[in-house]
Every structure is written in C-alpha cells, then in structure tokens.
C-alpha cells in the first residue's frame, strides 16, 4: 500500500473505529464545547529575570499557557512555584525527535529513546501538562523509508501511551515542514498515524509555521485532526516571526480550531526581530491574535 493510501485508510478506519456513528467531519461540525483561545508562550521567548518574573509577565498579558524546553525533570520545585497562585499552567513539554532514536534500527539506541520519552511523560504528568511533543526525526537522523517508519511506530506508540495515560498526559506528534523532515509533514498524515494506534495517549498538535509551507487549506488540516488535537504552535508565516510583526493571517486555521471545539493551549514559538522589544512586542501579538480569532467566524 503506498503512502497516499495508507493515509485514506486509517482516516476511514479512524471514523469506523474510533468516533462510531460520526465521521470526522461530522464531530467537528458539532462540537461539545465552544473553542476558546488559551495564549501561551514558550519560556525562551518570555523577558524576566527569573521564571516567576516570566510567569508575572504571561499572565499580565493575559496568557495562561507555559511552554517548557526538553525534559526540565530538575526544574520541577522551580516550575511549580513559578506558577502557584497565577493562571498560567504548562502547556507542554517540548521534547523533539531525541535524535531519532525511537525509531532506531538499533534496538538498544530505540530502547534508550522510549526509555526517555517515558521519563519526559512522567515529568509531564507532575506538572499536568498536556502533553510532550515528539518528532520522530528530523532530516540525517534516519535513513528509513516512511512506511518502515510508520511499522515502528505502531509496535512502540501503544506501550509509550499507556505510560503517557498513566502519567495523567499524552504524546503529541508534530508535523514539520519538508525543510527538516521528510516524514509526517502534514496534519492529515498524523492524524492517521493516531487513528491506526487508536490510543488516549497519543494524539498530535499543529504548527502554524510548518502548515503554512505544508497545508492547502488550514482549516480543514484542523477539522482532520480535531479527534486528536491537543496543543498548537504561532508564528508567522514562512519567517517564522511573532504573530502581527509581518502579513499572515491565522483567520482560517482558528476557523478550524472553532470547528473542532479546540479546547487546549495556543503557543508562541517563534523568533522576536532584533532590537524588538518582547515586553511590547508580546502582549501586541496576544492582542492581534485575539482580533484575528473574533475574525474566525464559522
């Protein structure tokens, strides 16, 4: 079965099998819950002195959503007193690919990688994040074709999620663009890799930044992976930039997450122009995006 069909299928299996009686589409056209618009930032991107001066900050403009780098298993004192007494929750950890060797061919090299996804799960879970991104890997980091790729994943996703449940989280896989992978590049292919393993614990996220290089129509890429859509990633356009800095509009994708009843964090990820000055340039982009999600009508 070639790529193209592989994913038609597990889409049509996704609707038999996990949304009985509805279709995807169906689902999203008839949420439970009306979307709402949870703005968030990665850490790195935050200006303060410390993590609660960076939490102050985030809330002050009205996000709620923190976004951590890697696994900060160290960090987690720091982390739950930076946020104790705000609004703001962690949002994710973002993980990254643990230079493919989930998918190793080497089974002590995918030992070792699955040993430490679990370990960033179990993190995840103390801070009730939504989850931990993962990427499969990235250019260089396989010599593997997609369909291999995908075999491994179905034998090792179902046992990472039943950790990842267990821990109170879940895996989000994370289409990238062309540029740094050549495989799962689109939502539509994520989504069929979460409906082939069917598992509370591994779901997906998009990435406005990879979808406007990788999807033709942002708000059906969404409606495709409402079932399993759990956090999201902002930034502009093919520059990657802050939202509002250069032309690009979010108004259809968040039509999307409107579908779909997205309930989960949106996250800035992106660059801040040199000399701009983030403790203006932020709250700027929260409130453009707030503009453009009042635009999103459906």
């Known amino acids: 079965m070639d790529r193209r069909a592989f994913i038609k299928s597990s889409l049509v299996g996704a609707g038999a099998l996990a949304l009985p009686k509805l279709t995807i589409s169906s689902r999203a056209a008839a949420p439970k819950k009306a979307a709402v618009l949870k703005l968030g930032s990665q850490e790195s991107k ?9 939490v102050a900050n985030l809330e002050k403009w009205g996000g709620c ?9 160290t960090r987690i004192a720091e982390i739950k007193d930076a946020i104790k007494g705000t609004t703001v929750r962690v949002s994710a950890l973002c993980w990254g690919s643990c230079k493919g060797d989930l998918v190793s061919p080497d089974l002590e090299k995918r030992k070792q990688g699955i040993q430490q996804i ?19 890997c ?4 396989s010599d593997l074709k997609p369909a291999e790729l995908d075999q491994i994943l ?5 046992g990472i999620g039943d950790h990842a449940v267990k821990r109170g989280t879940r895996v989000l896989l994370e289409p990238l663009t062309k540029l740094e992978t050549f495989y799962i590049n689109r939502i539509e292919q994520a989504a069929a890799i979460c409906a082939k393993v069917n598992h509370p614990g591994i779901c997906l996220m998009g990435d406005f930044y990879h979808m406007s290089r990788e999807e033709t129509d942002q708000t ?13 990633h902002l930034a502009t356009g093919k520059t ?34 040199k000399g701009t000055d983030p403790a203006v340039a932020i709250p ?14 459906i």
């Open 46 to 54: 935050l200006p303060g002195a410390s993590l609660k001066e960076k």
């Open 65 to 73: 959503g923190l976004e951590l780098h890697g696994n900060p298993a």
């Open 118 to 136: 679990k370990d960033a799960l179990d993190t995840a879970g103390e801070l009730e994040s939504t989850g931990v991104i993962f990427v499969p």
């Open 138 to 141: 990235f250019h260089k980091q």
């Open 154 to 158: 179905f034998d090792i996703l179902p």
């Open 220 to 232: 059906q890429a969404f409606v495709t992976g409402g079932p399993w859509l759990h956090h999201v």
């Open 240 to 273: 990657r930039i802050l939202p509002g800095l250069e032309p690009h509009s979010y108004v259809e994708g968040f039509k999307g997450l409107k579908k779909v009843g997205y309930q989960d964090y949106c996250s800035i990820e992106c660059a801040i122009k």
């Open 284 to 297: 700027q982009a929260f409130d453009f995006l707030r503009q453009q999600w009042k635009e999103a009508t």
